[in-house]
């Protein structure tokens, strides 16, 4: 069964700070991947998703991740963060017909 | 832009009554989810359904049931709500199934069961 780990529930970094939120997965065929942000009091939204047509995805307000198989990994980064990046985040994998999502990493940022 | 609505932000019931969370969405999609989300856990899946009239459990669907008549509309029953199902719900609908294409979801139920 695919299961998902997001290492830190909580993570704050200064404005123009790197983030840097967590994902390794398990899986054993490669996953489509993904990873949502929710703001306060709204639901999920799609950050960006891999679906193997290149390691390195970019996706909306900044974001991008790296799929690295052999750490089994999928790192969401963002190179100087906003006041407006403050959120939930949660990655997902999902080999077919089966997602799964982690427990979230809530993202602060200080002025 | 697809557009997934649930009728209620926030609803207040009382032990043992029946509940009905409802959900739409506008973009012709087949496949409808209900999640629900609790602190420390993330999403976990309540059911799901294909097509109308069709539904399949997730990983948690005790206590509940879902109704699907039409393609647009998908609802979630508390057949006798109790204080453990005290959460946040989610609704979801996608193009293509779980995995192949991205969920779109709608804002959220939160439901206290008092």
């Known amino acids: 069964a695919q299961s998902v780990t997001q290492l830190g529930s909580h993570v704050s970094v200064s404005e123009g700070a790197l983030v840097l939120l967590r994902c390794n997965y398990s899986?054993?065929?490669?996953?489509?991947l993904f990873w949502y942000v929710q703001y306060p009091n709204q639901g999920l939204q799609l950050l960006l998703k891999y679906t193997s047509a290149a390691t390195l995805v970019k996706g909306i307000n900044g974001f991008e991740a790296e799929f690295k198989k052999s750490e089994t990994s999928f790192h969401l980064t963002k190179p100087s963060a906003h006041m407006s990046d403050a959120a939930e985040y949660f990655c997902?994998?999902?080999?077919?017909?089966?997602?799964?999502f982690g427990a979230g990493t809530r993202l602060t940022v200080k002025p | 832009d697809v557009k997934v609505t649930q009728s209620s932000r926030y609803l207040v019931k009382r032990t043992g009554e029946k509940v009905f969370l409802e959900c739409v969405q506008d973009m012709d999609h087949e496949n409808m989810f209900w999640y629900r989300q609790d602190p420390g856990l993330g999403l976990r899946l309540i059911y799901f359904?294909?097509?109308?009239?069709?539904?399949e459990k997730g990983d948690i669907p005790e206590g509940y049931s879902v109704s699907r008549e039409k393609k647009e509309r998908f609802s979630l029953i508390l057949e006798s709500a109790s204080t453990n199902q005290t959460s946040m719900y989610l609704c979801?609908?996608?193009?293509?199934?779980?995995?192949?294409?991205?969920?779109?979801f709608g804002n959220g139920t939160r439901l206290t069961v008092t």
């Open positions: 899986s054993s065929v490669p996953p489509y």
């Open positions: 979801a609908s996608s193009l293509e199934r779980v995995g192949r294409s991205p969920l779109h």
């Open positions: 997902a994998v999902s080999p077919d017909n089966d997602m799964r």
């Open positions: 359904s294909y097509d109308v009239k069709m539904k």
